[in-house]
């Protein structure tokens, strides 16, 4: 669990792709383990899913597919074998491959990287592009993200729909005070359901930016960046009202948010649950996480597991 702690928090203390943070613990003595923060691209708060390939890093600059970015931005695309364009707002760039002069507007601009083809596939660089077509570009050293454009996230009801609690009562089977909180006199009968891909999303009084799981041996470690208050409770549906609550270390980061790490094996579940195979349980052993409520709220909420 040491060695769990320490890999922790070299990642949560912000060791980022873009730019090194300050930090007392020598990396070379860290043993990997295996999971990370996933780069990713996000556009007015929404992260952008490019088709066939992922956004890498190359000399401190973000690559990414052509065209995935283009339509991201809203920007006209065109392409041949060796020249890229993109048109927006009476903005223009165009970009030739294996070179570092671009025409911006009509006029030769020099990069500090150039636009490329691999395995069939073209990439760009994304802090130019996007700040030629008239975008904010911000590097998030925390997240391992770029946002680009309106950073405001979206509530989880603009990104999920309202649907029939029915088909999952049988998680909150005889715990009707994780569906009828306190103060409210019927259970509810209605659920939204997040998923990884949602991410970021407003939920009550917390923001969840993103999840990832770092395993070291037979240890599974969740990792939850989140704003908010300094405090997180998950809860683990697992069926016949079988809920298992999981919270753990909290650290806070250089911009404010937070990073926990949940230790998915727990072995009071054998003292509380009566769980004779706790040692088994792992991020497969159950369906969704759940998050309880406020007052007011029009549903259960709930996010699938992405681990399973």
């Known amino acids: 669990m040491k060695k769990l702690m320490t890999a922790f928090l070299t990642g949560a203390l912000g060791l980022g792709v873009l730019g090194v943070g300050g930090s007392s613990i020598n990396a070379a003595e860290i043993k990997p383990v295996a999971g990370s923060k996933k780069l990713a691209v996000l556009v007015d708060a929404r992260k952008v899913k490019f088709d066939g390939g992922d956004p890498f890093v190359e000399d401190k600059r973000v690559q990414v597919p052509l065209r995935g970015i283009g339509e991201a931005l809203g920007a006209k695309i065109g392409f041949d074998a ?57 590097w998030d050293q925390v997240g391992n993200w770029v946002w680009i454009g309106s950073q405001e996230v979206p509530d989880i009801e603009e990104v999920t729909e309202l649907q029939d609690l029915t088909p999952y009562e049988e998680y909150f089977e005889g715990k009707d005070n994780f569906i009828a909180p306190y103060g409210e006199e019927k259970k509810r009968t209605k659920a939204r359901m997040v998923s990884y891909e949602d991410m970021p999303v407003v939920i009550g009084d917390k923001t969840l930016l993103d999840m990832w799981l770092v395993r070291e041996g037979i240890e599974e470690i969740m990792y939850i960046r989140f704003k908010g208050p300094k405090r997180l409770t998950m809860y683990l549906l697992i069926g016949d009202g079988d809920i298992r609550p999981r919270s753990g270390h909290i650290v806070e980061q250089s911009d404010g948010t937070f990073i926990i790490q949940i230790v998915i094996k727990d072995a009071r579940d054998k003292a509380i649950y009566k769980d004779e195979n706790w040692k088994k349980f792992t991020t497969k052993s159950f369906d969704y996480f759940f998050l309880t409520g406020s007052f007011g709220d029009d549903s259960a909420r709930m996010i699938l597991n992405p681990f399973k």
């Not at 060796?82 to 601009?109: C, F, H, M, P």
């Not at 500090?112 to 073209?122: F, S, Y």
């Open 82 to 138: 060796q020249t890229v364009t993109y048109e927006k707002n009476r903005k223009s760039i165009k970009l030739t491959l294996g070179s570092k002069v671009a025409i911006v507007d009509g006029k030769s601009v020099t990069m500090d990287t150039v636009a490329k083809a691999i395995n069939g596939r073209t990439y760009v660089p994304l802090r130019f592009v996007s700040e030629n077509l008239g975008e904010k570009v911000t």
